[in-house]
């Protein structure tokens, strides 16, 4: 629930603009059997390098999948004192990395391989650092190979106030995207 004391973007109902609401004749999202196994072990999959999940990276978000729910993700990270940007309040892009995983997560879910193509973010309190800060990510809708997908980030317990909300589209692309030389 939003009320009038709340920030302007919280009043709104959704984090998403013109560009990351999926139209009206968007499909409805279904899981892929073989992604909700793969992802019991992501690390083998994609391999334990990356920013947002590894969880060796020293200075990573070290973000921790905990399930999922249809194409809703769930996941929570501690903001580490090398995540601050102002003396001791975690920095923005971080958070924008931070939902972008969970965005990314729920675009896994889906099969196939997904990469950000836009990525919408409402910052609408403060984080500190120190917090345990809960991602949650669910897609809105299918359009042939862009996946429309919200989520938001919430401190205090899966159920806190929500500290930053983040609306996108995810692209589906070949194999070939991670492999090719450049
Ligand atoms: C479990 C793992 C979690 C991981 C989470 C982390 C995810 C990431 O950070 S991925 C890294 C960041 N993203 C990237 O590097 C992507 C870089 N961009 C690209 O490679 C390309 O621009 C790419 C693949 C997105 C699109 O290129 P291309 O394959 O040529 O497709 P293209 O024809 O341009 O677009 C496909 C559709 O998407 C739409 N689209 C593409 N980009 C956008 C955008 N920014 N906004 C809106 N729509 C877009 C196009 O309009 C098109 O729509 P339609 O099918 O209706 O015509």
Known sequence: MTSPSEPRAA????????LTTPPSDAAVPVVDASAVRDMEDVGEVLGNACFGCGPDVPHGLRIRRTGHDG??????FTVQPEHQG???????????????????TSAWLLGGRYVTGRLETDY?????????????????GVDGRKAYI????????????IAVRAASIFIKVPLEHFTKER
Request: charged share 15%; aromatic share 2%; net charge negative.
């Open 11 to 18: 009043r709104r109902s959704s984090a998403a603009s013109p």
């Open 150 to 161: 919200e989520g938001e980030a919430r401190l205090g317990g899966p159920d806190g106030p």
């Open 124 to 140: 609408l309190a403060p984080v500190p650092v120190g917090s345990v800060v809960h991602l949650t990510a669910r897609c809105t």
């Open 71 to 76: 194409s809703t993700a769930y996941a929570e």
């Open 86 to 104: 102002a003396p001791g309040l975690a920095h923005g892009g971080i958070l924008a990395s931070a939902m972008d995983e969970i965005l990314g």
